[in-house]
């Protein structure tokens, strides 16, 4: 028992190691251009990352005073890949307070930042709401930069809870015809064996048989060279190293990885300061750096690949700029 626990640790250590020493951690941060000089001459209304385009009336002024629009200058929109922009998210990120009140005598829904009335809108509850949601949104538009999510993830990583099927044991025999220096060659060859297939008909086989080694309980007859699983210490040594490097894209696990395994990586994901979440009808795991919105401007406005791959930044409609 002490031999085969022995065996296991070694083995262990060893899958560690080697996929510790095939994971190449990339912290060089992209590749950078020089956009911030070029935001509205050269992309007039828009800065983007991919085709993605931007159809806004630019004539439309909410006309706010100059001190609501001094609380918006650290604000930055936060617009989902399907269009719509995220006003908890927003408000929150910038550090302000974001309530609603509605008046059911007046019929007037209100927005207010720091209890102070930013747009409102008359009508019902339901129909006043949303017509005060659309002004804070065009409000946002025109006065703030938007940060714009293209996807759900960008991944330079797939990390797989299993190696890929090994090269079966028996290639190892192909292309290792019989020569003349072969004894069996030379018997053939005095039979009348001129080379070529066995068998009357030319149809035999040209590669000897090869011969594979048994070393599992598996039925003969199956396939020995079935996947490897890898240590769950591997992956958390791979967590570490991402959280510790200055790479941006997001780390993507497949569905191969048991719930209780998954549990254990958010987990530490989490105590590492990384933001883990489940994405997709399969639930992948998938963990990314923290970053602001401001972060994520910079970034884009820079020319960050990993950014620029997940994101679009799109400069405020109006003249002014914070």
């Known amino acids: 028992m002490k031999r085969k626990y022995s065996a296991d640790v070694n083995w262990r250590r060893e899958m560690v190691q080697k996929f510790h020493n095939a994971?190449?951690?990339?912290?060089?941060?992209?590749?950078?251009?020089?956009?911030s000089e070029q935001i509205h001459n050269s992309y007039g209304n828009f800065v983007k990352?991919?085709?993605?385009?931007?159809?806004?009336?630019?004539?439309?002024?909410?006309?706010?005073?100059?001190?609501?629009?001094?609380?918006?200058?650290?604000?930055?929109a936060y617009m989902y890949n399907d269009g719509k922009i995220s006003l908890k998210l927003t408000f929150e990120q910038a550090g302000l307070l974001l309530e609603t009140n509605y008046d059911e005598k007046e019929r007037l829904f209100r927005f207010l930042i720091n209890d102070r009335e930013i747009c409102q809108a008359e009508g019902d509850h339901q129909t006043a709401h949303t017509k005060a949601r659309d002004k804070l949104v065009e409000i946002l538009q025109y006065y703030c930069w938007t940060v714009k999510r293209l996807k759900e993830y960008h991944t330079r990583r797939d990390v797989f809870r299993k190696l890929p099927n090994k090269e079966s044991k028996t290639e190892c025999?192909?292309?290792?015809?019989?020569?003349?220096?072969?004894?069996?060659?030379?018997?053939?060859?005095?039979?009348?064996?001129?080379g070529g297939s066995l068998g009357s008909a030319n149809d035999g086989i040209l590669e000897p048989i090869g011969?594979?080694?048994?070393?599992?309980?598996?039925?003969?007859?199956?396939?020995?060279?079935?996947?490897?699983?890898?240590?769950?210490?591997?992956?958390m040594l791979a967590i570490k190293q991402y959280a510790g490097g200055n790479a941006l894209y997001d780390l993507v696990f497949s569905p191969q990885f048991s719930?209780?395994?998954?549990?254990?990586?958010?987990?530490?994901?989490?105590?590492?300061?990384?933001?883990?979440?489940?994405?997709?009808?399969?639930?992948?795991?998938?963990?990314?750096?923290?970053?602001?919105?401001?972060?994520?401007k910079e970034g884009v406005l820079k020319g960050h690949s990993d950014l620029c791959a997940k994101y679009a930044v799109i400069p405020p409609r109006c003249r002014y700029s914070k």
């Open 23 to 35: 994971w190449i951690e990339s912290d060089n941060p992209g590749k950078y251009t020089n956009l």
């Open 49 to 76: 990352a991919g085709e993605f385009e931007l159809n806004v009336d630019t004539d439309i002024d909410p006309a706010l005073t100059r001190r609501d629009i001094q609380r918006l200058n650290n604000v930055i």
């Open 173 to 194: 025999f192909k292309n290792q015809r019989l020569d003349e220096g072969n004894i069996g060659f030379r018997m053939l060859q005095k039979q009348g064996w001129s």
């Open 211 to 235: 011969f594979q080694k048994k070393d599992n309980k598996a039925g003969l007859g199956a396939d020995g060279s079935s996947p490897q699983k890898i240590p769950i210490e591997a992956f």
């Open 259 to 296: 719930k209780h395994q998954v549990i254990k990586l958010k987990d530490l994901a989490s105590s590492l300061k990384l933001f883990p979440q489940m994405i997709g009808k399969k639930k992948q795991l998938v963990i990314s750096k923290k970053l602001t919105l401001h972060a994520i």
